[in-house]
């Protein structure tokens, strides 16, 4: 038996995504990120980025990490129990906590994993966990590994929750429900209130996941549990802080008990190095700029209503009537999302082509940003339009 032929499923496997037309290739930036950015040798359009206030390269965040390393260094050096618990993070939750108005908060290393540790920790196997169908993988990971019974209610769809938590809710011990606030993949909303409403009457709880949504809604981008007047419910939120915010790392916003219960039963809390000096440093920054500066957020609306007017009016299907960052064109098919990615490089736009399985229809993902200019937004829409034949009217 040679060791050679346990690894060539490998080259099979790679073989069916080429396929599938799911075989995917990274793009290297080579510039700051920003609203324009360097791939190779293009200067090119950026509507692929997370970053939608413009702070991940904002002087003011490079400073605060900058310091804070030559200050402290730069790894945490140890999980936050054992030598990795800094006065930083401790800064940092603080902060967190007043900007979401709960009276505590928890850094994770990720917001993925802040979410996978959550849901493990809340939920086992008495237990029950009712998700929206379109939630973020970290959510869907959380879910099976936590081992709770799972049910998917159809995305953004109340009487589907209801109908679920009805039939299911009473067979086991707790029940949690969970969903993203803004989609990733298709830029609308979760009906929270309504949720909260159902949680209440089946006596469940409620995760939301505001990664897309902070910096983006609410008073003081403070998110959507803030924009649908949800501060103050009972509620576990989670978020991160590596898009809007511009560094890295996750947290989970809520009550003491739930934060001191995480800190001795979240596995990817307790088993994994605190986050990094300069990410910490960099996202108390960014907290703080969000807050003291609503102008970067009123230049993002502006210009989600200036893109989507736009689009709107050169003919180009949308495939969310709601306004957010995350703006989607329906593609037809796999394969020309497959072709369309580097013909849009080429042509100078830099946006995510997203395809199954991430999502359950091929689609164009474009990502508002506070930074883009009037000019940046007519170039893009002008280039849009001469692939016209690549989207999917319906
Ligand atoms: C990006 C994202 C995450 C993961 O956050 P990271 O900080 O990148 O690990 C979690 N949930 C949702 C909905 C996301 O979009």
Same mark, same amino acid.
């Given at each position: 038996? *040679?060791?050679?032929?346990?690894?060539?499923?490998?080259?099979?496997?790679?073989a069916?995504? +080429?396929?599938? #037309?799911?075989?995917?290739s990274?793009?290297?930036?080579t510039?700051?990120?920003g @609203?324009?950015?360097?791939?190779?040798?293009h200067?090119?359009?950026?509507?692929?980025?997370?970053?939608?206030?413009?702070?991940? &390269? /904002?002087?003011?965040?490079? %400073?605060?990490?900058?310091?804070?390393? $030559?200050?402290?260094?730069?790894?945490?050096?140890?999980?936050?129990?054992?030598?990795?618990?800094?006065?930083?993070? !401790?800064?940092? +939750?603080?902060?967190?906590?007043?900007?979401?108005? =709960?009276e505590?908060?928890?850094?994770? &290393?990720s917001?993925?994993?802040?979410?996978?540790?959550?849901?493990? @920790?809340?939920?086992?196997?008495?237990?029950?966990?009712?998700?929206?169908?379109?939630? #973020?993988?970290?959510? %869907?990971?959380?879910?099976?590994?936590?081992?709770?019974?799972?049910?998917?209610?159809?995305?953004?769809?109340?009487?589907?929750?209801?109908?679920?938590?009805?039939?299911?809710?009473? %067979?086991?011990? !707790?029940?949690?429900?969970?969903? $993203?606030?803004?989609?990733?993949?298709?830029?609308?909303?979760?009906?929270?209130?309504?949720?909260?409403?159902?949680?209440?009457q089946?006596?469940?709880?409620?995760?939301?996941? $505001?990664?897309?949504a902070?910096?983006?809604?609410?008073?003081?981008?403070? *998110?959507?549990?803030?924009? =649908?007047?949800?501060?103050?419910?009972?509620?576990?939120?989670?978020?991160?802080?590596?898009?809007?915010?511009?560094?890295?790392?996750?947290?989970?916003?809520?009550?003491?008990?739930?934060? +001191?219960?995480?800190?001795?039963?979240?596995?990817?809390?307790?088993?994994?190095?605190?986050? &990094?000096?300069?990410?910490?440093?960099?996202?108390?920054?960014?907290?703080?700029?969000?807050?003291? +500066?609503?102008q970067?957020?009123?230049?993002?609306?502006?210009?989600?209503? /200036?893109?989507?007017? !736009?689009?709107?009016?050169?003919?180009?299907?949308?495939?969310?009537?709601?306004?957010?960052?995350?703006?989607?064109?329906?593609?037809? /098919?796999?394969?020309?999302?497959q072709?369309?990615?580097?013909q849009?490089? @080429?042509?100078?736009?830099?946006?995510?082509?997203?395809?199954?399985?991430?999502?359950?229809?091929?689609?164009?993902r474009?990502s508002?940003?506070? =930074?883009?200019?009037?000019?940046?937004?007519?170039?893009?829409? @002008?280039i849009?339009?001469?692939?016209? *034949?690549?989207?999917?009217? *319906?």
């Amino acid at each position: 038996m *040679g060791g050679l032929d346990a690894y060539h499923w490998l080259t099979e496997a790679l073989a069916t995504l +080429e396929r599938a #037309h799911w075989k995917r290739s990274l793009k290297q930036v080579t510039s700051r990120s920003g @609203a324009m950015v360097e791939i190779g040798a293009h200067n090119v359009l950026n509507f692929a980025s997370n970053d939608y206030l413009g702070l991940a &390269s /904002d002087p003011r965040l490079v %400073q605060a990490a900058t310091r804070a390393m $030559e200050d402290y260094g730069v790894g945490a050096t140890g999980s936050r129990w054992l030598s990795g618990h800094r006065a930083l993070h !401790r800064k940092l +939750e603080i902060g967190l906590a007043r900007w979401k108005r =709960t009276e505590e908060a928890l850094v994770f &290393s990720s917001g993925y994993g802040a979410c996978l540790g959550t849901v493990m @920790a809340l939920v086992g196997r008495p237990d029950v966990i009712v998700q929206d169908e379109y939630n #973020h993988n970290c959510l %869907q990971q959380g879910a099976k590994l936590s081992q709770a019974l799972t049910y998917s209610y159809k995305h953004n769809n109340i009487q589907h929750l209801q109908e679920l938590l009805q039939v299911h809710r009473a %067979q086991h011990r !707790r029940c949690l429900i969970a969903t $993203e606030t803004l989609f990733s993949m298709d830029g609308d909303c979760c009906p929270l209130p309504e949720i909260l409403d159902l949680a209440q009457q089946y006596n469940s709880m409620v995760l939301v996941d $505001e990664a897309h949504a902070n910096g983006v809604f609410g008073q003081n981008g403070a *998110g959507w549990v803030q924009a =649908t007047n949800c501060q103050g419910r009972p509620l576990i939120q989670v978020g991160n802080l590596s898009k809007a915010l511009g560094s890295m790392g996750g947290y989970v916003a809520g009550s003491s008990a739930l934060v +001191e219960y995480l800190r001795h039963r979240a596995p990817t809390w307790i088993y994994s190095t605190g986050l &990094s000096i300069p990410d910490t440093a960099a996202a108390a920054m960014a907290v703080a700029i969000v807050q003291g +500066e609503p102008q970067r957020q009123e230049r993002l609306w502006g210009n989600i209503h /200036d893109l989507r007017e !736009r689009l709107t009016q050169a003919g180009l299907p949308l495939l969310s009537p709601v306004a957010s960052p995350i703006i989607c064109l329906p593609l037809r /098919d796999a394969a020309t999302a497959q072709e369309l990615e580097p013909q849009l490089l @080429a042509a100078g736009v830099f946006a995510a082509v997203v395809r199954p399985p991430t999502v359950p229809s091929s689609r164009l993902r474009l990502s508002a940003m506070a =930074t883009h200019t009037p000019h940046h937004i007519q170039e893009l829409v @002008a280039i849009l339009s001469d692939f016209r *034949g690549c989207y999917d009217d *319906g």
